[in-house]
């Protein structure tokens, strides 16, 4: 979301840059609830605690950079949604926003589905004990060896993106003596980020088979006529860090369209449709996001009423959120070692990770916020970017934020909301080490994925 730019005012420059920064919080010191995992708060210190345990207890145990996880916030999550969509729906966790074992046997025990798209998710998902009837498989373009362990597996449904797949699914199950359980990813037409959406959405991207030109209606064809395949449903994602439900409303629209169509040319009502994930959470104290009850209650009253007036039952949803669940359950704690202020522009804070354990910001200009966390501070806001220590000037984790004008090297500073696709799309640039994740519940902090060490590194280069 772009935000205006600050009035000048009595700040570490006379005149402020142009950025997408709002005026300064009243107070540094809040750990705005909307943005930190459930159980974020400060002790008598003033120290930010997580799950009861302080910050700088855990950088000297753990490190930093590093992922910390609250389990509690994770949990509770998973079974608002779960509670929200109801025994006549189903929540499918989107593993890519971040997967782990530890993560893959909370899901199961909070009663979560798992979406995966590739065989490391779904290896992952299998070797924790995720039944198999219970993870979907996604994916554009899914090898032949990948589409049979997923069949071997008996995986409750393969996603198809492509009329090659259709075929190339069928194929495999048939091999196998099974009949695997599919549905087809259609792409409606509409995008969809934070509170704009486009109903006209031209059809020029990788996923899925077009509404447009009758191709998905061909896609159903196909998939209808091959042994080796039962055609469950229908399925479409429009986007992403979504707010309104006015691009849902369109892509349910036109998701229904095809069931009758479907209906008319087959005389098969399918039984299922997925709308995908996408809901947005809030990076900044600027954000609304909606609440799983909320979200629950538009999508079912929207499809309810496109089928009705379609004349069709109404089909099991089911939705893939990812974003949603895991990423304002955790934070990733940096220590500062450089602080550069530049006369008239903003102050560069060099922090021990950067753009290999937080890519968002320089990919998609992602915003977050950051605190101080290793103390509080009465010092007045200072107009900050937290840069990371990679040899690339996009190297950004925070692109302007306000910190204390008193912070120094050594201070510890947390970027909040970072528990999707931030470890999950981490890498080794500059031989970096990716960061832990380490899970914190109720006093108790454990790693759930391991920092890389520099054998890791080397075990991979084998000269
Ligand atoms: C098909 C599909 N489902 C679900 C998701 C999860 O999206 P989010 O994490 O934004 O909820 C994605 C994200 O790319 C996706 O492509």
């Known amino acids: ?17 142009e950025g997408h920064y709002s005026a300064p919080p009243a107070d540094l010191n809040h750990l705005d609830p909307k943005v930190w995992a459930r159980t974020v708060t400060r002790d008598e210190r003033g120290v930010a605690t997580v799950g009861g345990i302080a910050v700088d207890a855990l950088a000297e145990e753990f490190g930093t950079p590093a992922y910390f996880l609250d389990e509690t916030d994770f949990r509770a999550r998973c079974r608002a949604w779960a509670e929200a969509f109801g025994k006549d729906a189903d929540v499918f966790y989107a593993g890519k926003a971040f997967l782990s074992r ?10 979560l589905n798992l979406d995966v798209c590739s065989g490391g998710e779904l290896t992952t998902a299998l070797s924790a004990g995720m039944p198999a009837e219970r993870i979907a498989f996604h994916g554009n373009n899914k090898s032949e060896e990948e589409i049979r362990t997923a069949v071997e597996a008996g995986v409750g449904r393969i996603v198809l993106d492509s009329f090659q797949e259709i075929v190339r699914v069928a194929h495999i199950a048939q091999s196998l003596g099974k009949r695997q359980r599919v549905q087809i990813r259609v792409t409606v037409g509409v995008e969809a980020h934070t509170h704009e959406f486009i109903a006209t959405a031209h059809e020029d991207q990788k996923f899925g088979i077009a509404l447009a030109g009758g191709q998905a209606a061909e896609a159903v064809r196909r998939a209808l006529k091959l042994d080796g395949l039962e055609l469950i449903g229908i399925h479409s994602h ?30 098969v009502e399918l039984p299922e449709i997925d709308l995908g994930g996408g809901l947005g959470i809030a990076y900044t104290s600027e954000d609304d996001p909606r609440e799983p009850h909320e979200i629950a209650k538009a999508l079912s009253e929207i499809v309810t009423r496109e089928c009705e007036s379609a004349g069709l039952r ?21 220590r500062v070692g450089t602080v550069k202020p530049l006369e008239g522009l903003r102050t560069y804070v060099s922090v021990d990770g950067g753009m290999s354990d937080n890519i968002r910001t320089a990919l998609y200009d992602a915003e977050y916020s950051v605190s101080l966390v290793s103390r509080t501070s009465e010092a007045e806001p200072m107009l900050s970017r937290v840069v990371g220590k990679h040899c690339e000037s996009g190297d950004i984790v925070v692109r302007d934020a306000f910190l204390p004008s008193d ?24 031989h970096a080490l990716r960061p832990p994740v380490v899970a914190v519940r109720e006093g108790e902090a454990r790693v759930i994925v391991r920092r890389e060490t520099e054998e890791d590194l080397l075990r991979l280069d084998v000269g």
């Open 314 to 334: 109404t089909p099991r949803i089911s939705v893939e959120p990812g974003r949603a669940i895991v990423g304002p359950t955790a934070f990733t704690l940096y």
């Open 407 to 430: 912070l120094a090297p050594g201070d510890l500073i947390a970027v909040p909301a970072t528990g999707a696709y931030c470890r999950s799309m981490a890498s080794n640039y500059n």
């Open 102 to 111: 530890a993560v893959v046997r909370w899901l199961k025990e909070e009663g």
């Open 238 to 267: 429009i986007g992403s860090q979504i707010f309104d439900m006015a691009g849902f409303e369109v892509s349910a629209r036109r998701v229904v369209q095809l069931l009758a169509e479907v209906r008319d040319e087959h005389g």
């Open 1 to 17: 979301m772009s935000r205006s730019a600050h009035p000048a005012g009595p700040r570490h420059a006379d005149v402020l840059p």
